[in-house]
């Protein structure tokens, strides 16, 4: 299994940036994919971005393309989300998600999420 912690969120303005951060340990070395997700209360968890472990591809929802950058640093097993010109529609909590090789498809690790608020 991998363990992940995610930190960073916070309350910003609209228009602002926050930057999360997410730590992966156990077994880091059959990470496939790592990806975000957010909830915002009465919703159900939806995918903001994704990156392949290995290559480095990213997925992003439409909802934040142009604003939100994943990327990753294979020697820290660290997962990053730069969140840039932030919306009140932001506003959820964010999860960190891995998916293994042993089963891509499944994001089967997750963090305990870090609160994003941004006002309006």
């Known amino acids: 299994q991998v363990q992940l912690v995610e930190s960073g969120g916070g309350l910003v303005q609209a228009g602002g940036s926050l930057r999360l951060s997410c730590a992966a340990s156990?077994?880091?070395?059959?990470?496939?994919?790592m990806a975000w997700f957010r909830q915002a209360p009465g919703k159900e968890r939806g995918r903001v971005a994704t990156?392949?472990?290995?290559?480095?591809?990213?997925y992003y929802a439409d909802s934040v393309k142009g604003r939100f950058t994943i990327s990753r640093d294979n020697a820290m097993n660290m997962v990053y989300l730069q969140m840039n010109s932030l919306k009140p529609e932001d506003t959820a909590v964010y999860y960190c998600?891995?998916?293994?090789?042993?089963?891509?498809?499944?994001?089967?690790?997750w963090g305990q999420g870090t609160q994003v608020t941004v006002s309006s």
């Open positions: 998600a891995a998916a293994l090789e042993t089963n891509r498809r499944d994001f089967g690790s």
């Open positions: 156990g077994r880091t070395n059959s990470i496939y994919d």
């Open positions: 990156i392949n472990w290995s290559g480095g591809t990213t």
